[in-house]
Every structure is written in structure tokens, then in C-alpha cells.
């Protein structure tokens, strides 16, 4: 299977580093090979979303906003594929 690319999106503020540090534990636990790209380019995030943080796996949003997805949720959206 291919590496999974995965980006998390925003400004550099806590709640977008802790979905960051979520997205990093969900992968590990998961024992998926993946790539985490952390943007936090503005230009670069609203090609995706509107509200941060956001969670895109394989180019598709999986998760934006508030509430943050726990390291379960997370690794329920990674099995899916985005």
C-alpha cells in the first residue's frame, strides 16, 4: 500500500499543534506508514477549508473546526482513507 499523506491545517495556534500531536499518536498506534505534512500557509489551507484546524488525508477533508477528534476518532477516519 501506498504512504499515506496526511496534512494537518492552521495558523500555528494550541488547538491546531494538539490535533498535530493527535493526528502523530493515531498514526503510530495505528501502525500506518504516513506522511504528516503540518501547513500553516493561509493561502495553502483555504484550497481545503474554511474553518481550522483541519485534518486532510489523501487530498480529502476529513475533519475542520471544533470539537477536536480524539486519537480513536482519528484512527477511524486513517482506516477509512480520509
Excluded at 13 to 18: G, T
Excluded at 19 to 45: F, R, S
Amino acid at each position: 500500500m501506498a504512504k499515506m499523506k496526511i496534512k494537518v491545517l492552521g495558523p500555528g495556534c494550541v488547538n491546531c499543534k494538539k490535533l498535530l500531536e493527535t493526528t502523530q499518536a493515531a498514526v503510530k498506534e495505528a501502525g500506518i506508514e504516513a506522511e504528516i505534512e503540518y501547513v500553516t500557509d493561509m493561502a495553502a489551507i483555504q484550497k481545503y477549508l474554511m474553518m481550522t484546524p483541519g485534518l486532510v488525508i489523501n487530498e480529502k477533508v476529513a475533519h475542520q473546526g471544533k470539537p477536536l477528534p480524539n486519537v480513536d476518532k482519528v484512527k477511524t477516519m486513517l482506516k477509512k482513507g480520509g
